[in-house]
């Protein structure tokens, strides 16, 4: 009885933990507006604006790369990218977003035009640095969001 009272309660903790350890990078990029961003953001009304972003069509493009990896290397692997960026650095810009990826990029849709901004420089960061798209990976591949 005591062993499984123990496993339960180890299970409930591991379970519970759904805190991830923040990048210090792209925690700064997310405030540091030196940082050109990546992609185009546009107004599409009052308060009602698009980001979009298509990979395919950079001069480094990581959709090869991306798709040597077991991944779709378009717009569904970069929703789960930018999912991870955005939990290893601002959780709370989730709630103002909606991803609508496609086969070959991604648009985000938000009320919050900083966010956004906010996003282009996050896909900055991790464009430059082949480590933290790694563990953006990682972290959008534990919570069922890469493709």
Not at 38 to 51: S, V
Not at 86 to 102: A, G, H, M, V, Y
């Amino acid at each position: 009885m005591r062993l499984l009272s123990f496993i339960i309660g180890l299970t409930t903790l591991i379970g519970c933990s759904n805190s991830i350890e923040k990048n210090d990078k792209l925690v700064h990029a997310i405030n540091d507006t030196s940082i050109s961003i990546r992609g185009n953001l546009i107004k599409i009304a009052e308060n009602d604006y698009r980001y979009d972003y298509y990979d395919v069509t950079e001069n480094d493009s990581h959709s090869e790369y991306l798709q040597n990896k077991g991944f779709q290397g378009g717009g569904y692997s970069w929703e789960g990218i930018v999912y991870g960026a955005i939990k290893l650095s601002d959780p709370n810009i989730l709630n103002s977003i909606r991803f609508d990826p496609e086969a070959e990029g991604l648009a985000i849709w938000s009320t919050d035009k900083t966010n956004l901004e906010k996003i282009g420089r996050l896909i900055a960061v991790v464009k430059s640095d082949n480590g933290i798209l790694t563990e953006c990976i990682r972290v959008a591949k534990n919570r069922l969001k890469m493709e």
